[in-house]
Protein backbone atom coordinates (compact mmCIF):
# COMPACT_ATOMS: atom_id res chain seq x y z
CA UNK A 1 0.00 0.00 0.00
CA UNK A 2 1.09 3.69 -0.76
CA UNK A 3 2.33 5.45 2.27
CA UNK A 4 0.90 8.50 1.60
CA UNK A 5 -2.28 6.46 1.22
CA UNK A 6 -1.81 4.95 4.50
CA UNK A 7 -0.51 8.06 6.20
CA UNK A 8 -4.16 9.94 4.86
CA UNK A 9 -6.04 7.12 6.64
CA UNK A 10 -3.83 7.33 9.89
CA UNK A 11 -4.25 10.84 9.88
CA UNK A 12 -8.62 10.53 9.21
CA UNK A 13 -8.39 8.20 12.08
CA UNK A 14 -6.47 10.03 14.60
CA UNK A 15 -8.85 13.07 13.35
CA UNK A 16 -12.42 11.09 14.36
CA UNK A 17 -10.77 9.43 17.47
CA UNK A 18 -9.35 12.83 18.55
CA UNK A 19 -13.10 13.96 18.11
CA UNK A 20 -14.68 11.37 19.29
CA UNK A 21 -12.21 11.62 22.49
CA UNK A 22 -12.71 14.81 22.81
CA UNK A 23 -16.75 14.37 22.91
CA UNK A 24 -16.15 11.56 25.57
CA UNK A 25 -13.89 13.67 27.70
CA UNK A 26 -16.50 16.53 27.70
CA UNK A 27 -19.14 14.43 28.62
CA UNK A 28 -17.04 12.79 31.61
CA UNK A 29 -16.86 16.68 32.78
CA UNK A 30 -20.46 16.73 33.48
CA UNK A 31 -20.47 12.48 34.93
CA UNK A 32 -21.83 11.37 31.76
CA UNK A 33 -19.85 7.74 30.26
CA UNK A 34 -21.64 7.08 26.57
CA UNK A 35 -21.24 3.60 26.27
CA UNK A 36 -21.56 4.30 22.36
CA UNK A 37 -18.78 7.29 22.42
CA UNK A 38 -16.54 5.25 24.56
CA UNK A 39 -16.89 2.12 21.82
CA UNK A 40 -16.64 4.75 19.10
CA UNK A 41 -13.53 6.08 20.58
CA UNK A 42 -11.40 2.97 20.78
CA UNK A 43 -12.40 1.95 17.61
CA UNK A 44 -10.83 5.07 16.17
CA UNK A 45 -7.87 5.32 18.19
CA UNK A 46 -7.36 1.29 17.58
CA UNK A 47 -7.22 2.25 13.29
CA UNK A 48 -5.33 5.13 14.45
CA UNK A 49 -2.52 3.17 16.21
CA UNK A 50 -2.95 0.42 13.58
CA UNK A 51 -2.05 2.90 10.57
CA UNK A 52 0.77 4.14 12.63
CA UNK A 53 2.39 0.66 12.94
CA UNK A 54 1.55 0.43 9.03
CA UNK A 55 3.21 3.47 8.05
CA UNK A 56 6.62 2.29 8.40
CA UNK A 57 6.33 -1.52 8.27
CA UNK A 58 8.54 -3.55 7.87
CA UNK A 59 11.36 -1.96 9.54
CA UNK A 60 14.49 -2.48 11.39
CA UNK A 61 13.99 -0.41 14.32
CA UNK A 62 11.32 0.77 16.41
CA UNK A 63 10.83 4.45 16.15
CA UNK A 64 8.86 6.58 18.65
CA UNK A 65 5.39 6.80 16.35
CA UNK A 66 5.76 2.88 17.30
CA UNK A 67 6.00 3.21 21.13
CA UNK A 68 3.64 5.62 21.04
CA UNK A 69 0.67 3.23 18.85
CA UNK A 70 1.97 0.04 21.18
CA UNK A 71 1.39 2.09 24.32
CA UNK A 72 -2.31 3.17 23.40
CA UNK A 73 -3.33 -0.27 22.53
CA UNK A 74 -1.81 -1.28 25.54
CA UNK A 75 -3.65 1.41 27.48
CA UNK A 76 -6.78 0.69 25.04
CA UNK A 77 -7.11 -2.48 26.01
CA UNK A 78 -6.82 -1.61 30.27
CA UNK A 79 -9.88 0.75 29.87
CA UNK A 80 -12.03 -2.27 27.58
CA UNK A 81 -10.86 -4.88 29.98
CA UNK A 82 -12.07 -2.79 33.12
CA UNK A 83 -15.37 -1.88 31.35
CA UNK A 84 -16.76 -5.08 29.32
CA UNK A 85 -15.11 -7.90 31.71
CA UNK A 86 -14.30 -6.69 35.00
CA UNK A 87 -17.31 -4.20 35.13
CA UNK A 88 -15.86 -0.96 36.61
CA UNK A 89 -16.01 -2.78 39.79
CA UNK A 90 -13.37 -0.89 42.41
CA UNK A 91 -9.94 0.73 41.59
CA UNK A 92 -11.18 -1.05 38.04
CA UNK A 93 -13.36 2.21 37.57
CA UNK A 94 -10.12 4.62 38.00
CA UNK A 95 -8.28 2.65 35.61
CA UNK A 96 -11.03 2.87 32.71
CA UNK A 97 -11.65 6.70 33.14
CA UNK A 98 -8.13 7.45 33.49
CA UNK A 99 -7.43 5.64 30.10
CA UNK A 100 -9.46 7.62 28.07
CA UNK A 101 -7.40 11.04 28.54
CA UNK A 102 -3.84 8.97 28.28
CA UNK A 103 -5.45 7.53 24.81
CA UNK A 104 -6.60 10.54 23.80
CA UNK A 105 -3.04 12.76 24.55
CA UNK A 106 -1.42 9.38 22.81
CA UNK A 107 -3.61 10.26 19.75
CA UNK A 108 -2.68 14.06 20.07
CA UNK A 109 0.96 12.51 19.82
CA UNK A 110 0.80 11.19 16.52
CA UNK A 111 -1.21 13.92 14.71
CA UNK A 112 1.61 16.22 16.73
CA UNK A 113 4.45 13.92 15.17
CA UNK A 114 2.91 13.79 11.66
CA UNK A 115 2.23 17.37 11.66
CA UNK A 116 6.05 18.13 12.39
CA UNK A 117 7.22 15.92 9.77
CA UNK A 118 3.89 17.17 6.90
CA UNK A 119 3.62 20.77 7.18
CA UNK A 120 6.49 22.79 5.91
CA UNK A 121 7.00 25.68 8.60
CA UNK A 122 7.15 22.70 11.70
CA UNK A 123 9.22 20.96 9.35
CA UNK A 124 11.44 23.76 9.26
CA UNK A 125 11.49 24.24 13.28
CA UNK A 126 12.24 20.20 13.98
CA UNK A 127 13.40 18.41 10.91
CA UNK A 128 14.56 15.32 13.12
CA UNK A 129 11.46 16.18 15.93
CA UNK A 130 14.34 16.24 18.12
CA UNK A 131 14.45 20.01 18.87
CA UNK A 132 13.04 22.30 21.24
CA UNK A 133 9.85 23.52 19.53
CA UNK A 134 8.58 19.85 18.68
CA UNK A 135 9.52 18.38 22.45
CA UNK A 136 8.01 21.67 23.84
CA UNK A 137 4.45 20.92 22.39
CA UNK A 138 4.26 17.19 23.29
CA UNK A 139 5.23 18.53 26.86
CA UNK A 140 2.52 20.61 26.95
CA UNK A 141 0.22 18.24 26.01
CA UNK A 142 1.35 15.80 28.04
CA UNK A 143 0.75 18.10 31.37
CA UNK A 144 -2.37 19.54 29.54
CA UNK A 145 -3.84 15.88 29.70
CA UNK A 146 -2.21 14.78 33.06
CA UNK A 147 -4.27 17.68 34.82
CA UNK A 148 -7.44 16.31 32.69
CA UNK A 149 -6.92 12.79 33.29
CA UNK A 150 -6.40 13.40 37.46
CA UNK A 151 -9.55 15.58 37.30
CA UNK A 152 -11.64 13.33 35.21
CA UNK A 153 -10.81 10.19 37.46
CA UNK A 154 -11.47 12.16 40.85
CA UNK A 155 -14.60 13.24 39.22
CA UNK A 156 -15.55 9.17 38.40
CA UNK A 157 -14.10 7.69 41.74
CA UNK A 158 -17.14 8.26 43.92
CA UNK A 159 -19.83 7.82 41.37
CA UNK A 160 -22.20 4.56 40.55
CA UNK A 161 -21.42 1.64 37.99
CA UNK A 162 -24.94 2.64 36.83
CA UNK A 163 -23.30 5.39 34.44
CA UNK A 164 -22.32 2.94 32.27
Known amino acids: MN ?7 HL ?9 GTKLLT ?15 FRCSLAASVTALLI ?17 IYVSGA ?10 DGIWRFICVF ?14 AQAFKLI ?3 RVLSPTQSEPAFLISQLFVLILFAVLGSIVARRFRSRTNRSL
Not at 3 to 9: D, K, Q, R
Open 3 to 9: VNILTTI
Open 12 to 20: VCCSFAIAV
Open 27 to 41: GMFVGELIPKWFVAF
Open 56 to 72: SFPCRQLHPMHWIAMSS
Open 79 to 88: AILAWRIIHL
Open 99 to 112: CIPIVLCLNIFLVT
Open 120 to 122: PVL
